[in-house]
Nanobody, 130 residues
Framework: QVHLVESGGGSVQAGGSLTLSCVVS????????MGWFRQAPGKGREAVAA????????YYAEFVKGRFTVSKDAASNTLFLQMSNLKPEDSAMYYC???????????????????????WGQGTQVTVSS
């Protein structure tokens, strides 16, 4: 079994920063590919960022490029999402997810599909006030 636990959410003012963490415990998913999604009330879940098989392969949704950075620390099995210049529209529940056997690298949008992820965390709330 694989467990994902997010932390680091909170309430900030517009322009502020937060860093989300996602600790992976239990069995190690195959492929090393993970991502962050978010879901605001009344909206669908959308892909935010992801990291590929090669941890230097990172992917971002257009609406967070230049503001968010995804990274992974293999030693602690932790996925991070550094968020800066936050906007009210970034307010949402943020989820980390891990694939198992589905991998990606290079130019691809496969990471944006929730269906390729097998394991999901419970989420951490981010609220940005104007």
């Amino acid at each position: 079994q694989v467990h994902l636990v997010e932390s680091g959410g909170g309430s900030v003012q517009a322009g502020g920063s937060l860093t989300l963490s996602c600790v992976v415990s239990g069995n190690t998913p195959s492929g090393n590919c993970m991502g962050w999604f978010r879901q605001a009330p009344g909206k669908g879940r959308e892909a935010v960022a992801a990291i590929g098989t090669d941890e230097s392969s990172t992917y971002y949704a257009e609406f967070v490029k230049g503001r968010f950075t995804v990274s992974k620390d293999a030693a602690s099995n932790t996925l991070f999402l550094q968020m800066s210049n936050l906007k009210p529209e970034d307010s949402a529940m943020y989820y980390c997810a891990a694939s198992d056997g589905v991998t990606w690298s290079g130019s691809t949008n496969i990471w944006t599909f929730a269906s390729v992820y097998k394991y999901w965390g419970q989420g951490t709330q981010v609220t940005v006030s104007s």
